[in-house]
C-alpha cells in the first residue's frame, strides 16, 4: 500500500471531493491526483518526517509548526524545528542521521530547510486537519506502517 492510497481513502470517508482536497492543499488538481496516486515525494518525505518525529519523540505536527497547525507552517520551520527538538534530546546531527538510515548531508540538508519536508510536510498537515485526524495516523493508519499494510478500510 502507497501513502496516498490511505490519503484517498480517508478523503473519501469524509466526502471530499478530489477538487476541493487540491485547493485545500494548495495543489493543483494534477499535483493532488499524482499524491493520491502514489506518485509524489510524499511517499519518501512523509515516512522520514514520521521516522523523525519518533526518533526525537515529538508530535510530527510540532516539527512542522511550533503551534502544531498547518496555517503557521512557513518555509525553512521544519528543518529549525527538527534542529532544535534533536538538540534538546542531546542527539548529534551523525546520531539522528544514523537512527534514520540517512547520511548525515541528507540529514544537514532536512535541518537546513532545504528538503522537500518543507513542502510535503504542509500538505500533508493540511490534509490531516481536513479529514480531523493526527499527522502521524496518516503514516501508521491502524497502528502499522501503511507499506505494511495490504488494503486500509
Known amino acids: 500500500m502507497k501513502l496516498g492510497d490511505v490519503l484517498k481513502k480517508e ?16 495543489l493543483s488538481t494534477e499535483d493532488y491526483s ?3 496516486g502514489g506518485e509524489s515525494e510524499a511517499e519518501v518525505w512523509g515516512p522520514h518526517l514520521a521516522q523523525i518525529a519518533i526518533t526525537l519523540e515529538t508530535p510530527t505536527s510540532r516539527l512542522l509548526s ?28 551523525e546520531a539522528l542521521a544514523d537512527k534514520l538510515g540517512l547520511t548525515t548531508k541528507e540529514v544537514e540538508a532536512i535541518e537546513g530547510g532545504e ?11 493540511r490534509f490531516a486537519e481536513l479529514i480531523d ?7 501508521y493508519p491502524c497502528g502499522l506502517p501503511f507499506q505494511e499494510l495490504d488494503d486500509y478500510p
Open 11 to 26: 478523503r473519501e470517508k469524509k466526502g471530499v471531493s478530489a477538487e476541493d482536497t487540491a485547493t485545500r492543499l494548495q
Open 34 to 36: 499524482l499524491l493520491e
Open 115 to 125: 528538503s522537500p519536508i518543507e513542502t510535503v510536510g504542509p500538505q500533508l498537515l
Open 133 to 139: 485526524q493526527p499527522i502521524f495516523n496518516l503514516f
Open 66 to 93: 511550533d503551534s502544531g497547525r498547518s496555517e503557521d507552517t512557513a518555509k525553512g520551520q521544519c528543518g529549525a524545528l527538527v534542529t532544535k527538538h534533536r538538540e534538546r534530546r542531546g542527539l548529534s546531527l
